[in-house]
């Protein structure tokens, strides 16, 4: 598949062949997808001969720590000097998976927003605005880690492409897409799994690695929530509440609580899961989390009730109030909108 243009594949080449000093920055809170991405896209320009950093705005999630290349990336929020010193003596800043700038967080996004720096935004979300030179955006795309196979491909990059970069794309691939069960009906993606596996990787083990890695008080409060999580009157909606009380008593880590959001779609009839999370630290901001099938558009839902977006089966959003409160906002949003 051609996702860049000759044209595009020339200013993308001049960008980088001008830059010596480049950054791959990634969301607040990431995920496989933002962390895969960054990895394979900063393996590739370093085989350049590039001096590459990720930067990710916070922590990611401990069962991505076996990525290649997970140990090399800089923390904003622990290394914020550090970053923004990086940052300044750029040449080129690559924007991944994310649309906007405060996506990397208000200070982060400010500060990037600033630099004079130029920039390549490459990602899959509906309505990119971050001032770049070069948008790649495709909506359509299951994730920015297919986008970044793509790139590569286009850019004449598969041949010479190692297990460790293919691995880090599919990773980024499948947890995009809960291990391809939703968006990733599109026969491409198979074929660029295809290609993968050519290239050695264990895609068997990757899922291992992320899916198959919990702690026994994870999985108890995997428990508590099912137990306690409220279903519509009609059956086809749901949502729970994660307190940072329960999050305690479970010795919550980050990403104790991915792929909980999905658990309650395997109820027949269901339709729509919602997350409610309160935030480790900051009192009154619930993060929302949206899962959906077939037609139903959680990402409405989300733009609507919990200023928030993404896709049509997996969105997400947050919430300035009370766990309460958030409550009070699904309930409504259930009641709203038409299963």
């Known amino acids: 598949m051609t996702l860049l243009d000759e044209k595009n594949i020339s200013e993308f080449r001049q960008c980088v062949g001008e830059a010596q000093n480049i950054v791959v920055m990634c969301h607040k ?32 999630p401990d069962f991505l720590q076996w990525l290649p290349g997970t140990q090399e990336i800089v923390r904003y929020d622990k290394y914020k000097e550090k970053a923004e010193m990086i940052l300044k003596i750029s040449d080129l800043i690559f924007c991944l ?93 198979y074929h660029i799994i295809a290609r993968l596996i ?57 990403g104790d609580a991915e792929g909980l959001v999905n658990m309650p779609l395997q109820i027949k009839g269901m339709r729509l899961s919602i997350s409610l999370r309160e935030d480790t630290e900051k009192p009154n901001l619930i993060w929302v989390s949206l899962r959906s099938v077939d037609d139903f558009p959680c990402n409405k ?14 969105s997400g959003g947050r919430l300035f109030c009370s766990l309460a409160e958030a409550e009070e906002i699904a309930k409504r949003a259930i009641r709203d909108f038409k299963y």
């Open 301 to 314: 839902m989300a733009g609507e009730y919990f200023n928030g977006g993404g896709h049509h089966n997996a």
């Open 29 to 60: 809170n990431p995920d496989g997808d933002s962390v895969g991405s960054s990895l394979a896209l900063s393996r590739y320009l370093k085989s350049l001969g590039k001096d590459v950093t990720v930067i990710a705005p916070d922590a990611f």
């Open 198 to 254: 050519e290239k050695g990787i264990n895609k068997d083990k990757i899922y291992r690695n992320v899916y198959w890695v919990s702690s026994v008080s994870r999985l108890r409060m995997w428990g508590h929530v099912l137990q306690n999580f409220h279903v519509s009157d009609d059956g086809h909606a749901s949502y729970f509440t994660l307190s940072r009380e329960t999050m305690k008593k479970y010795n919550y880590i980050k």
């Open 97 to 189: 998976d994310f649309n906007t700038l405060s996506r990397v967080g208000d200070d982060l996004g400010a500060f990037i927003g600033d630099l004079k720096t130029k920039k390549i935004l490459i990602d899959h979300h509906i309505g990119p605005d971050v001032p770049a030179v070069l948008t790649v955006s495709r909506q359509e795309m299951s994730s920015t880690s297919e986008m970044v196979f793509h790139i590569l491909d286009n850019l004449g990059a598969y041949e010479d492409m190692d297990v460790k970069t293919a691995t880090c794309i599919y990773c980024g691939m499948m947890t995009d897409t809960g291990a391809f069960t939703y968006n990733s009906a599109s026969p491409e993606i």
